[in-house]
């Protein structure tokens, strides 16, 4: 089984998507995308004809050498075989069709990075997941909503994979608004970690000293950002 299937990957075939999540992406001449999932390369040629360059990065080796023999004429394009996020490169744009296992640490890694507009397929539940409030309310809920403003832009139905996954997926498309680092988002991860608790005794448990009979999902993104900063 190839690595991409085990990660949960599910490969878009729809042209007619492709070309609507590159239109939600607003590309123009200057731009420089990073792609993290090559993949079959469906958006690949899509992001280059409208981009200064694009940075594509494939974790499946077969994948990888597929794409270097279909797209290695195009000059604006630059293949990279290995982890995409473990490339340390700059962009203005991220654009992916990312395995549905690597959702959540794909949006830990762009609230820590510098860009202009981000444009992602994601399980349709995981979706709602960013956009909860309240008893419903995640940590990565908290740092979706810290770091960006998230749109919905488009619901893709799963007969437009190969292979089909079994729900539904949405495009998100992403503009940044505060920075985040690890050790804030690992505060954050802290209080939800014992997210039945008081914050009094979350903390106590960190060793840190918070009067509070709150508990996480009572309080706003704000408030729990706010928190986290003490105990990270």
């Given at each position: 089984?190839?690595?991409?299937?085990?990660?949960?990957?599910?490969?878009?075939?729809?042209?007619?998507?492709?070309?609507?999540?590159?239109?939600?992406a607003q590309i123009t001449p200057k731009d420089v995308i990073l792609e993290i999932g090559t993949g079959p390369g469906i958006l690949t040629p899509l992001?280059?004809?409208?981009?200064?360059?694009?940075?594509?990065?494939?974790?499946?080796?077969?994948?990888?050498?597929?794409?270097?023999?279909?797209?290695?004429?195009?000059?604006?394009?630059?293949?990279?075989?290995?982890?995409?996020?473990?490339?340390?490169?700059?962009?203005?744009?991220?654009?992916?069709n990312l395995p549905y296992s690597e959702s959540k640490r794909a949006i830990e890694w762009l609230a820590q990075k510098k860009f202009r507009l981000a444009?992602?397929?994601?399980?349709?539940?995981?979706?709602?997941?960013?956009?909860?409030k309240g008893k419903e309310m995640r940590a990565i809920s908290v740092v979706a909503n810290h770091s960006f403003d998230i749109e919905k832009i488009l619901?893709?139905?799963?007969?437009?994979?190969?292979?089909?996954?079994?729900?539904?997926?949405?495009?998100?498309?992403?503009?940044?608004?505060?920075?985040?680092?690890?050790?804030?988002?690992?505060?954050?991860?802290?209080?939800?970690?014992?997210?039945?608790?008081?914050?009094?005794?979350?903390?106590?448990?960190?060793?840190?000293?918070?009067?509070?009979?709150?508990?996480?999902?009572?309080?706003?993104?704000?408030?729990?950002?706010?928190?986290?900063?003490?105990?990270?």
């Amino acid at each position: 089984m190839k690595r991409r299937q085990r990660l949960g990957q599910h490969f878009l075939k729809s042209q007619n998507i492709a070309e609507k999540i590159i239109q939600s992406a607003q590309i123009t001449p200057k731009d420089v995308i990073l792609e993290i999932g090559t993949g079959p390369g469906i958006l690949t040629p899509l992001l280059c004809d409208k981009a200064k360059s694009v940075i594509s990065v494939e974790a499946d080796e077969s994948l990888y050498s597929d794409a270097i023999l279909k797209f290695s004429k195009i000059p604006n394009l630059e293949l990279m075989y290995g982890d995409g996020f473990e490339v340390d490169v700059d962009f203005t744009i991220f654009v992916s069709n990312l395995p549905y296992s690597e959702s959540k640490r794909a949006i830990e890694w762009l609230a820590q990075k510098k860009f202009r507009l981000a444009v992602i397929m994601v399980q349709k539940e995981f979706a709602d997941k960013l956009l909860t409030k309240g008893k419903e309310m995640r940590a990565i809920s908290v740092v979706a909503n810290h770091s960006f403003d998230i749109e919905k832009i488009l619901k893709v139905g799963k007969g437009n994979f190969s292979p089909p996954p079994k729900v539904d997926s949405v495009v998100l498309r992403l503009t940044p608004k505060k920075q985040i680092t690890k050790e804030l988002i690992d505060g954050i991860e802290k209080l939800f970690s014992q997210r039945r608790k008081t914050i009094t005794n979350i903390a106590k448990s960190f060793g840190h000293t918070i009067q509070s009979d709150k508990r996480p999902e009572q309080l706003s993104p704000d408030e729990i950002i706010k928190i986290a900063k003490q105990i990270s």
